[in-house]
């Protein structure tokens, strides 16, 4: 079944100093590895791991050829 994910309040210095979501995640990730980012039921995802997830899909996609900067769709 459906359950609503909840989300964590984050610093809005940081959130100012970011230019995407991105920079967000990667600044939460170094500064707050073990702060979760949400959850989802009884999950919990940290930025850290949040930060390791997106920096793996964003080399795969380098891997395939994807450009900086380029968009693509899912």
Do not use: C, N, W
């Not at 309040?9 to 920079?23: F, H, N, P, S």
Request: zero cysteines; charged letters at 20%.
């Amino acid at each position: 079944p459906y359950r609503q994910a909840t989300t964590r309040k984050m610093d809005i210095d940081t959130i100012l100093q970011a230019d995407t979501l991105a920079a967000i995640i990667r600044q939460h990730g170094q500064s707050q590895p073990g702060t979760v980012a949400f959850t989802y039921g009884e999950e919990e995802i940290t930025f850290g791991q949040l930060d390791a997830g997106s920096s793996r899909a964003a080399q795969g996609l380098l891997a395939l050829g994807v450009q900086k900067g380029e968009r693509i769709t899912y």
